[in-house]
């Protein structure tokens, strides 16, 4: 399998569950993103990992932790979430750094609805 | 620090026609990257062309084509011969350091 893949596809939660969003890539790239996707607005940069590292913290709620166990593979744990947090959520690859020129690529994303 | 701006919510575009999309930026980077990306209703991100800042010519993929203006930092994305298939959001992005600020997006239409 190659490219990015997010799972799951949809996720429907109550403000007091814990989730967790899933990533991984098989492209050899050594950074990985974690954005957010709502309508009418700019894709926010949450989180940033190069070489299993955070590198960046774009001031997100701590009702959202990441983790990212090696290069391959990143994770969102989500938890006590409010209605806002209800958006699509995209994980990307790229090699980092450095090589900004050829941008990222991308998985198909989360929705999630908290309700 | 990068912004991105699209200021049209939405547009459309006759079958075969050609389409042109807008988009401003501002960086304080030097050297800098611009990419126009595509999201179809299957929600992935599809990079559909890139253009290096310190290049003055102009980007090409196949039917689509970019006018890079570097001194008024506009990035307008060409589209021609719209397809079906081209109908999406469609995603103006700069990137440096391999960190990538995207604008609102917008909506393309293609009527039939």
């Known amino acids: 399998e190659t490219g990015v893949t997010q799972t799951p596809r949809h996720l429907v939660m109550g403000m007091t569950n814990k989730k967790s969003l899933k990533c991984e890539q098989h492209l050899g790239h050594n950074a990985m993103y974690w954005y957010k996707q709502s309508a009418k607005k700019p894709l926010e940069l949450m989180f940033v990992y190069s070489l299993e590292e955070r590198v960046e913290n774009n001031s997100v709620p701590s009702r959202f932790s990441p983790e990212c166990p090696n290069s391959s593979h990143l994770f969102l744990h989500l938890h006590t979430l409010q209605p806002e947090d209800s958006a699509l959520y995209l994980c990307a690859s790229s090699q980092y750094p450095g090589q900004g020129g050829y941008g990222y690529t991308f998985g198909s994303g989360t929705r999630l609805t908290v309700v | 620090a990068q912004t991105v701006t699209q200021s049209q919510p939405e547009m459309s575009v006759q079958e075969a026609e050609t389409v042109t999309l807008s988009c401003t930026y501002d960086?304080?980077?030097?050297?800098?990257?611009l990419f126009w990306y595509k999201q179809p209703p299957s929600r992935q991100m599809i990079l559909v062309i890139r253009q290096e800042a310190y290049k003055q010519q102009n980007a090409t993929e196949n039917r689509f084509s970019v006018n890079f203006q570097k001194a008024a930092k506009s990035f307008s994305l060409k589209i021609s011969d719209s397809q079906l298939g081209d109908a999406a959001m469609y995603f103006c992005a700069t990137g440096a350091n391999s960190k990538l600020t995207f604008g609102k997006g917008i909506t393309l239409s293609v009527r039939p």
């Open positions: 960086t304080s980077e030097s050297d800098y990257y």
